[in-house]
């Protein structure tokens, strides 16, 4: 008798954990994506040299896209630097991988000093354009970036640290953490250049 109740507490939970599971798959196969549509916008902004970039321009070739600031302090000067330790681990996997640095503080970062502080990686494209164009890129990637005031006067910002993954059609396919483990960043660019 406990035997068949015991059984029968059994197969009501299975049928209890089925039915959540289906609902669960259905919910998930069916709903927007949160994603969907990110980065996709009207911003014109200009690279380091003075050629306009679009969202557009993302399409033909995978790509990092990291936003920052040239006054940062860690995040940045530590993200680029891990950007040009992918492409030496990667090789000639990287050549068709592009990346870019889009500046959240327009005022200080001109495209002479954008250019400067990317240079020295051969690899990265600083990204710039009126305060109005990047607070629409800022938008359209759904970034944080926040202005943040100093005792002295003057000002740091805050930022949203993660280096965003797009395929060769310009969509989103993901992100790589801020100092997430090398093997693990490295996987994700293998998968992106081989979409």
């Not at 994603?35 to 321009?57: K, P, Q």
């Not at 070739?61 to 330790?85: I, Y």
């Amino acid at each position: 008798m406990a035997f068949s109740r015991l059984r029968l507490v059994l197969w009501v939970a299975v049928a209890a954990v089925a039915a959540s599971a289906t609902g669960l798959y259905l919910f998930n196969s069916t709903r927007p994506t949160l994603t969907a549509g990110l980065g996709h916008g009207d911003y014109v902004l200009a690279t380091a040299t003075g050629e306009s970039f679009t969202r557009e321009s993302f399409n033909g070739a995978p790509s990092a896209l990291f936003f920052g600031f040239t006054h940062c302090p860690e995040v940045c000067p530590t993200s680029l630097a891990e950007m040009t330790a992918w492409y030496e681990a990667l090789g000639a996997e990287a050549k068709d991988l592009k990346a870019y640095f889009i500046t959240v503080d327009p005022e200080r970062d001109t495209p002479e000093v954008l250019a400067d502080y990317v240079g020295w990686t051969k690899v990265v494209t600083g990204l710039t354009g009126t305060p109005e164009e990047i607070d629409k890129a800022v938008r359209a990637w759904a970034v944080y970036a926040a202005k943040v005031p100093l005792e002295d006067g003057d000002y740091t910002m805050d930022h949203t640290a993660s280096v965003f993954l797009l395929n060769r059609k310009g969509e989103f396919e993901g992100t790589i953490a801020y100092r997430e483990d090398s093997n693990t960043a490295l996987a994700k660019l293998r998968k992106l250049i081989n979409l």
